[in-house]
C-alpha cells in the first residue's frame, strides 16, 4: 500500500512538476500582442480615463444647473397651552371674537419652484465652454494613448534589438570556438605559435563578456517589459522579428505635415480650448446683465398665516413672481473680468502657433531620420556582403598560412559588427517609422 501511495505521489510531483515548467517557459508576443496588453495595462491611460470621468461629471453638473430648482420643505411644531388669547369685540352686541386662537398642533409645509430666466447667456456660455473642454480633454486621451503606444514600441523594439544582437554574438562566438579549435590544432601540429592561442582564448574571453553585458541588458528590459505589459515579471517574453520586409515609400516632407496638422490631437484640443476661451469672455460680458428669476410657491399650512382670523385647519395658498438682481460692483469690475479672459485667449491662440511650428519641426525631423533610417539598412545590407567576402579570403589566406590570425580575427570582427549595424539598422527603421506615424496623427 506505501509503494502503491509514493508512485502516485511521484506521478503527480512529475506532471504538477512538468506543468508549471511549462507554465514558465517563454511567451511568444508579437508586435501587436505586445501594444495591446501594454495599452490595457497602461496607468497612464488609466488616470487619463479617469480624467474623462471627471470632466463628464462636471458637464453632467452645469446641466442639472440650467434645471429648476424645486425645494419642498415640511415642518411640524406643538407649542405651549399657557397663552391668553386675545379676545375683541366690534360692537356692545356683538359676540367676542379670538384673534389669536391657540392652535397648539401647527404645520407648515411648501414646495418652491426657481427658475433663471435671464442671466446674461452665462449659465449657457458656461454650459459649451465647459463641452468644449470635454472634448478638448477627449483628445488629450488620444494624445496619451498614442504616446503610451510609441513608448511600447520602443520599448519592444530596444528589447528585440538586444535578442538580435545577442543571437549574432552567440553565431559569432561559434565561429570563433572553431577558430580556436583550428588554432590549436596548428599549433600541435607546429604550424602556429602559443601566442595566437592565447591571442583567441582572450578574443574569446572579451566576447563572452560581452555577452554577458547583453544579456544583463536583456533582463533587465525583459523585467521593465513585463511591467508594461501587466504580465508577471519572471515571464520570459520572445518577440518576433522586426526586420523591414520591403522599403516604405516617404511622402514630400509637406504632404506629411499637411496631414499631421489636420490629424494631431494636440492641435484639435487646442481649438476646442480656443473655444472654450471664447466662451469665457462672453461668460463675463454677462455681469453686465441683471439675473431675473421666476419663482413660484404653494404653501399648505396649519394655520395658513394668510388666513385671518386663523382657523385650525390645513389651507392651501400660493404665490409667484419675478426677481430681478443687479450687482452694482459689476458696473466697474466687470471691465477686468473680461480683459483677463481675453488675456487667457491671447495665451492659447499663441500656445497653439508654437503647438503648429512645433509639429512642423517634428514632422520635418522624423521624416529625415525615416529616410536615414533606411539608407543606414542599405549600407549594412552592403557591408555585410563585403564583410562576409572579406572574411572568406581571410579564411582561406590563413589556413593556407600566408595571412596572420590577427588579420582573420580583424575580418571576424569587421563581420560581426557589419551584421550588428544590420539589426540595429532593422529595428532603428522600424521605431523611426512608428514615430513618423505618431508625429502625423496615425
Not at 513608448?151 to 528585440?160: D, G, H, R, V
Not at 522579428?241 to 490629424?263: C, G, M, P, Y
Request: charged share 20%.
Amino acid at each position: 500500500m506505501l509503494n502503491k501511495i509514493t508512485i502516485l505521489n511521484v506521478i503527480f510531483l512529475l506532471v504538477y512538476g512538468n506543468t508549471q515548467l511549462k507554465a514558465q517557459g517563454p511567451r511568444k508576443l508579437s508586435l501587436s500582442e505586445a501594444v495591446s496588453l501594454g495599452l490595457q495595462n497602461s496607468k497612464v491611460l488609466q488616470i487619463s480615463s479617469a480624467k474623462l470621468e471627471a470632466i463628464h461629471a462636471r458637464v453632467t453638473q452645469i446641466k442639472n444647473q440650467l434645471l429648476p430648482s424645486v425645494n419642498l420643505s415640511t415642518n411640524y411644531t406643538r407649542i405651549s397651552n399657557n397663552v391668553t388669547p386675545f379676545t375683541v369685540r366690534f360692537s356692545p352686541s356683538s359676540p367676542e371674537v379670538v384673534l389669536n386662537p391657540q392652535i397648539l398642533n401647527q404645520s407648515y409645509n411648501r414646495i418652491g419652484i426657481q427658475y433663471g430666466i435671464f442671466t446674461g447667456s452665462r449659465a449657457v456660455n458656461t454650459l459649451k465652454s465647459t463641452e468644449f473642454l470635454e472634448k478638448a480633454s477627449i483628445l488629450d486621451a488620444e494624445k496619451d494613448k498614442a504616446e503610451v503606444r510609441l513608448n511600447l514600441l520602443n520599448a519592444y523594439f530596444s528589447y528585440s534589438k538586444l535578442r538580435a544582437s545577442k543571437q549574432v554574438l552567440d553565431e559569432n562566438l561559434k565561429t570563433l570556438d572553431s577558430r580556436l579549435t583550428d588554432t590549436r590544432n596548428f599549433f600541435n601540429q607546429g604550424l602556429a605559435l602559443q601566442n595566437d592561442v592565447l591571442k583567441l582564448e582572450l578574443t574569446q574571453a572579451s566576447y563572452q563578456q560581452n555577452l554577458a553585458d547583453v544579456q544583463a541588458a536583456i533582463d533587465i528590459n525583459n523585467f521593465n517589459l513585463c511591467l508594461l505589459l501587466g504580465l508577471p515579471t519572471e515571464t520570459q517574453i520572445e518577440t518576433e522579428q522586426n526586420a523591414l520586409e520591403a522599403k516604405r515609400d516617404v511622402l514630400a516632407t509637406q504632404t506629411f505635415i499637411d496631414e499631421a496638422l489636420q490629424n494631431r490631437p494636440e492641435l484639435k484640443a487646442m481649438n476646442f480650448r480656443k473655444l472654450a476661451g471664447e466662451r469665457a469672455v462672453e461668460i463675463s460680458r454677462g455681469n453686465y446683465f441683471p439675473v431675473i428669476s421666476l419663482g413660484a410657491n404653494y404653501d399648505y399650512n396649519l394655520p395658513n398665516q394668510r388666513i385671518f382670523p386663523q382657523e385650525n385647519a390645513f389651507k392651501g395658498t400660493w404665490a409667484i413672481g419675478l426677481t430681478a438682481t443687479y450687482n452694482l460692483v459689476n458696473l466697474y469690475a466687470t471691465k477686468a473680468l473680461i480683459e483677463e479672459q481675453k488675456a487667457n485667449l491671447a495665451q492659447t491662440q499663441y500656445q497653439q502657433l508654437y503647438l503648429t511650428s512645433d509639429i512642423k519641426m517634428e514632422v520635418n525631423a522624423q521624416v529625415l531620420t525615416y529616410q536615414t533610417a533606411l539608407q543606414k539598412i542599405t549600407l549594412a545590407q552592403k557591408s555585410i556582403d563585403q564583410a562576409k567576402e572579406n572574411q572568406r579570403i581571410m579564411n582561406l589566406r590563413y589556413n593556407s598560412q600566408v595571412a596572420t590570425l590577427t588579420e582573420l580575427l580583424e575580418a571576424d570582427g569587421l563581420n560581426t559588427q557589419a551584421q550588428l549595424n544590420l539589426v540595429n539598422a532593422q529595428i532603428d527603421a522600424e521605431l523611426a517609422y512608428a514615430k513618423l506615424q505618431k508625429s502625423i496623427g496615425q
